[in-house]
């Protein structure tokens, strides 16, 4: 594509064509966002459009944002986990009372690793990957986790 970023965010059809698949996501995405990911996805389909495919430049550009746009809002709608907000089913509440009852008086941090690696069945990779760092050191923060746990329900020696 030789055309210049600049020439077609400036266009009028590209631009309408944008704004149009954006008006769909607007209430789930703010609006510096909303042109930061316009601006991305133009940006990759002019790096990326071949012309020999078959497809027009504007039905390529309409496809990437669309799923540009979907994964944001997917990706915002995953919940952090709360020592506090822990959902469990009608059949499991006295399961979630006893959870709290036992992550009570913990750090956040120490509840949350606990949670997602015994409640969640999360593996160490995910749980590092889900916080931020490596395998191992989710591997030694939940090392640690369990230590304090034990020392505040006063299990072992």
Partial sequence: MD???NILYKDKAIN??????CSKYQKNID??????IKLNTLWECIKKYDENRGAKFTSFLYQQLTFALKNEVKSKKIKEYSTNNIEHNTAEKQQQVNLNELFDGLPTDTANILAQKFVDN??????GEK????R???????KNAIKIFKQKNKIGK
């Avoid at 999360?122 to 749980?127: A, L, N, P, Q, S």
């Fill in 131 to 134: 916080n931020g760092y490596s």
């Fill in 31 to 36: 609006v510096d966002q909303m042109e930061s």
């Fill in 3 to 5: 055309k210049d970023i």
């Fill in 16 to 21: 309408h064509l944008m704004n149009s698949v």
């Fill in 122 to 127: 999360m593996t160490m990779v995910e749980i």
């Fill in 136 to 142: 191992e050191t989710a591997r030694r923060k939940l």
